[in-house]
């Protein structure tokens, strides 16, 4: 998936319609799913929840749910509140909801939220194994960039992506035609987009010195990767010199 589908933002149309699972389908959930499913509703039904925390709620659902023809807008996400960063982080426990769990993941990491740090920790070091439905791809696709947001805020996000990108070399799992060496630059290439996200240019420094160290700088693919790596340091100075805002959020023409 190429990166600008995630990192876009202004919105299609209007928001899916999700019917609440019945009484029969919710016993069918693991006891995870069903317990923070139930927090979530209870939290945003409680008696004692504020308008804006129901209002918070509403709009966490319509930004996991919607249909973004330019990728999650980045002002609403970062308009997210701590009710609407519980919710999505609660959906990202449901394994039904998975339909929905990538546009999930980009809106935590826009939110540059601290409660959204440890959802995408949950998710970066549950790897999963064997091939991938094609949902569960746009969620290990989402995941670089959404620590790369958060990590303007967050250096323990940062040092997560960079784990990962040490660490992608060797996938446990597969998508199509996408294994072994092939995967390999895919997620290669995603997480140093992600690493031009941050607006930190010393990060970008620090993956070369460790790809120098390693010694992965000689492969066939290098005058390709080296383009990458220059686009990503394009962008990196770009959110250092305007902002994430003027660089991410998507304006009329």
């Known amino acids: 998936m190429a990166p ?3 990192l876009g933002s202004r919105a299609l149309e ?3 319609r999700v019917r609440w699972p019945g009484t029969t389908a919710l016993r069918a959930l693991c006891p995870l799913a069903r317990l923070t499913l139930a927090l979530g509703l209870a939290f945003a039904f409680a008696p004692g929840a504020s ?3 129901a209002a918070d709620v509403a709009h966490a659902r319509t930004l996991a749910r919607s249909h973004w023809f330019h990728g999650v807008p980045y002002a609403a996400a970062r308009a997210l509140r701590p009710a609407g960063i519980r919710w999505l982080a609660a959906l990202l426990d449901d394994p039904r909801e998975v339909a929905h769990h990538a ?7 826009m ?5 959204a740090l440890e959802p995408l920790q949950r998710l970066a070091r549950s ?3 064997g091939e991938l439905t094609r949902d569960a791809y746009r969620v290990r696709m989402a995941l670089p960039y959404a620590l790369g947001h958060l990590a303007r805020v967050d250096r323990r996000a ?6 990962r990108l040490d660490r992608d070399a060797s996938a446990t799992w597969s998508y199509g035609q996408l294994r072994g060496e092939r995967l390999r630059r895919q997620l290669e290439r995603s997480g140093i987009s992600a690493l031009g996200i941050t607006g930190q240019q010393a990060a970008l420094d620090a993956f070369e010195a460790r790809r120098a160290l390693a010694g992965r700088a000689a492969r066939a693919d290098e005058p390709a990767l080296r383009r990458h790596i220059a686009a990503s340091r394009e962008l990196c100075e770009r959110v250092s010199r305007e902002g994430p805002a003027r660089v991410f959020e998507r304006r009329p023409r």
């Not at 546009?103 to 990491?109: C, F």
């Open 4 to 6: 600008g589908g995630l």
């Open 14 to 16: 209007g928001a899916v």
């Open 51 to 53: 308008a804006d925390e």
């Open 103 to 109: 546009n999930a993941v980009i809106a935590l990491g």
């Open 111 to 115: 939110s540059e939220h601290p409660l």
């Open 127 to 129: 790897e999963p194994r």
């Open 158 to 163: 940062l040092e997560l992506l960079e784990e």
